[in-house]
């Protein structure tokens, strides 16, 4: 977690804060993970592994073509 100073009264990029807002956009397209519908933990661990994989398989198939 990374804490903002109260003294900035501008627009200042957070360290860190980006990588997760970008690794959330990346997973919003999967269906299954815009809402919590599992019940268990480690079904919704499973669905983010797949989600990422899914994005990085076809980062790849895209740079080959």
Same mark, same amino acid.
Request: proline share 3%.
């Given at each position: 977690? %990374?804490? $903002?100073? &109260? &003294?900035?009264?501008?627009? %200042?990029?957070? @360290?860190? #804060? *980006?990588? %997760?807002?970008?690794?959330?956009?990346?997973?919003? @397209?999967? !269906? #299954? /993970?815009? #809402?919590?519908?599992?019940? !268990?933990?480690?079904?919704?661990?499973?669905?983010? /592994? *797949?989600?990422?994989?899914? %994005?990085?398989?076809? $980062? /790849?198939? $895209?740079?080959?073509?």
């Amino acid at each position: 977690m %990374v804490n $903002r100073s &109260d &003294d900035t009264s501008e627009f %200042v990029v957070l @360290p860190k #804060r *980006w990588l %997760v807002e970008r690794t959330f956009a990346w997973l919003m @397209p999967s !269906r #299954r /993970l815009a #809402r919590d519908y599992e019940a !268990r933990t480690d079904t919704a661990e499973a669905m983010i /592994l *797949w989600s990422m994989t899914m %994005v990085m398989s076809h $980062r /790849l198939a $895209r740079r080959r073509c």
